[in-house]
């Protein structure tokens, strides 16, 4: 199982990424998709999670309204649609999975994960 992050970069605040998530999963419409992110000195954190279907998806309250999460799962690809970026959106973003139907918000339940890409946001 292979998850591969694109798109981060260094954007001003204000500005909008999207990151992309490509997945070499054969089933991978059977499995729940999230994005995390670590800053320096800090925890990880979920930002947005989302399940199998597409049907439900979980923000952060830090996030919610500015980011959005979505599959494709033609493309065995999830994205965060992120908008309104702020200085403090600066982190390393992960991708990880699970062979789970529903949304999971804590770390510990996925056991895929990508090796990450970086967003950093200027003021």
């Known amino acids: 199982v292979q998850l591969v992050e694109s798109g981060g970069g260094l954007v001003q605040a204000g500005d909008s990424l999207r990151l992309s998530c490509a997945a070499s999963?054969?089933?991978?419409?059977?499995?729940?998709m999230g994005w995390f992110r670590q800053a320096p000195g800090k925890e990880r954190e979920i930002v947005a999670a989302?399940?199998?279907?597409?049907?439900?998806?979980y923000y952060s309250d830090s996030v919610k309204g500015r980011f959005t999460i979505s599959r494709d799962s033609a493309k065995n690809t999830v994205y965060l649609q992120m908008n309104a970026l702020k200085p403090e959106d600066a982190a390393v973003y992960y991708c990880?999975?699970?062979?789970?139907?529903?949304?999971?918000?804590?770390?510990?339940?996925?056991?895929?994960w990508g090796q990450g890409t970086q967003v950093t946001v200027s003021a």
């Open positions: 990880t999975g699970q062979d789970y139907p529903e949304v999971m918000e804590v770390a510990g339940e996925y056991d895929c």
């Open positions: 999963l054969r089933t991978f419409s059977h499995y729940a």
């Open positions: 989302i399940s199998w279907s597409g049907s439900n998806a």
